[in-house]
């Protein structure tokens, strides 16, 4: 049956992991006051919404747009998406006499997970939409001409027809990564297929959704939302 309007298949990406802060006493606030006021800015920041920015330098050349959320960074591609999930705790080093302990770094290196979009388009027309006030500015060194400034930030992110008739859009819930697959009418749905690397080991949970362990912390797929919609109306489309 050929539908008469889009049919639009979603997913969520929710990151479950956790991330230590370790500070360090300097300057003359009480180390104290200091873990509070960080905390205050880290919870005021975590309230933005999840914008894209365009890439002008500031990330690997194969990148069209990135994020960054809680815990990872969404680095967008032509082919595919890459999350670069941050290590779920830091190595404190030694206590000494009178000194606070403080953090060595992660004590393993951010994992990547590649998400590769199978018999897709090559080089798909990647545009930003929406694009957003705030802009976001990258100061490498002392040279002036390494710096990226102004760099222009966008609420969705379009791949235009990553197979004929359907487009791929990445779009953020509060600071929840989602995309959407936007099938036209008469399109193929059962085109839709990507390959996943870099995760130790991908399950289905008894819920549907698509877990993947880490070593970073698990990474949750939830369960496609399959739906028509007609009028302003939505209508669930059984899928999984």
Known sequence: MRLR????????????????????????????DRNAMDAARYANYGKLPL???????????????????????????????VLSLRPTHVVPTRRTANVPATSSG???????????LSGATRNPAVVGEDRQLGRVNYFFGKDPKKWRTNVPTYARVR?????????????????QLECDFAVSPGANPNRIQFQITGANE???????????????????????????????QRTVVDGG
Do not use: K
Request: net charge negative; charged share 15%; proline share 5%.
């Open 5 to 32: 309007d889009s049919v639009w298949a979603c997913f969520s990406l929710a990151l479950v992991t956790t991330i230590s802060f370790a500070q360090q006493a300097s300057g003359r606030l009480p180390l104290n």
């Open 51 to 81: 914008v894209f920015e365009e890439n002008q330098g500031q990330a690997d050349l194969r990148t069209r747009f990135l994020a960054r959320g809680r815990g990872y960074t969404a680095f967008l591609a032509s082919d595919g998406m």
């Open 106 to 116: 992660p004590s393993v290196p951010p994992t990547a997970i590649q998400f590769l």
């Open 159 to 175: 791949y235009n027809n990553v197979y004929p008739g359907i487009d791929l859009v990445y779009y953020g819930t509060g600071r």
């Open 202 to 232: 991908i399950r289905v949970d008894a819920s549907g959704n698509l877990v993947l362990n880490t070593n970073s912390g698990e990474l949750h797929f939830e369960i496609p939302v399959v739906y028509q919609e007609s009028n302003g």
